[in-house]
């Protein structure tokens, strides 16, 4: 195969994943479980370059720069050792969203390259063995591989063969809604590989923080099979805030909100505390994701929009994994 497209979804964790067991190997410390989003992609193209002897990134239609570039290059060169094929590449990758603002961006990106990496090396690798590769380029990568509900094992062996992401529900099966609240669509001032690295080296909160995933993870595993929307609820906005105070009591402090993110918080737990079917998750970045039941949706935003809370949002289902389209 000489060029390949492929499409992939970001997705959002309702377990976090933040902290690492292994740096070299990109393993996770804890084990996380995200719903992959639908609307929202990342279409990658590969094609073989004759006579060239470097890769040529674009992003966006723009030539990359230099740091991403080489960073897709190492990547790249992953898959040229294990095939044993030196050959080079034209990789043309867009995102219909807004990049680095806590929009998991580098999850789709990362899912995307890894099948259609996969696809020109001709590797002929299962969506499990495809995510083990795309949590190399990134963690929250080995999750989008998956639609639906899915759950990424940390595993404990030091080679990382027993870290790879698993589906648990598809999307029809429990087809909830996101609301993702824009509140700043400025670039993250601390990426998450720096920002997790730092909250492990200084939060006195990290060591519970991992300790406690355990449980999260078999409490909200057996919620989603069970499609218990309330213990999700429950879970979810623990974990969420739970990853939140090792972030803010990392020395230098990563406050990842602004005033907006605190009072759509605020709203939407009155919301939950009268028995509203909703809740909320926020990552690295000002955003909120909030979700709902089919349905739903209106009555939240209709009252964050009187509150002056949102402008920009977008209303977002449950997508599938990732695809490869034929050219
Ligand atoms: C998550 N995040 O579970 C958490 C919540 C951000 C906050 O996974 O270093 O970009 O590339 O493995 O995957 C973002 O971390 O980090 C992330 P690396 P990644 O969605």
Known sequence: ???????????????????????QLNLPAVGSISVTLDELQTRTTIEKLIGKCQDEIIFNDVIADEKEAEKIRKYIDLFREKSNEKIYLKVATSNNFPTSAGLASSASGFAALAKGLSEIFELKLNAQELSRIARLGSGSAARS???????????????????????????????????????DKTPKKVSSRKGMKESQQTSPYYNSWVESSDNDLLVMKKAIIEKDFFTIAEISIQSCLKMHSVMMTTQPPLIYWNSKTFAIIEQ?????NEKFPVFFTIDAGPQVKIFTFEGEEKKIIENLKNLNLIDEHFVIGIGKGIETIED
């Open 1 to 23: 195969m000489d060029k390949v497209t492929t499409l992939a979804h970001p997705n959002i964790a309702l377990v976090k994943y933040w902290g690492k067991r292994d740096e």
């Open 145 to 183: 591989i998956f639609g639906g509900y899915v759950q990424l094992h940390k595993g404990i062996l030091p080679s990382g063969e027993d870290c790879f992401a698993e589906q648990i529900l598809t999307a029809d099966d429990f087809p909830l809604k996101t609301i993702i609240a824009i509140t």
């Open 268 to 272: 939407v737990l009155k919301m939950y």
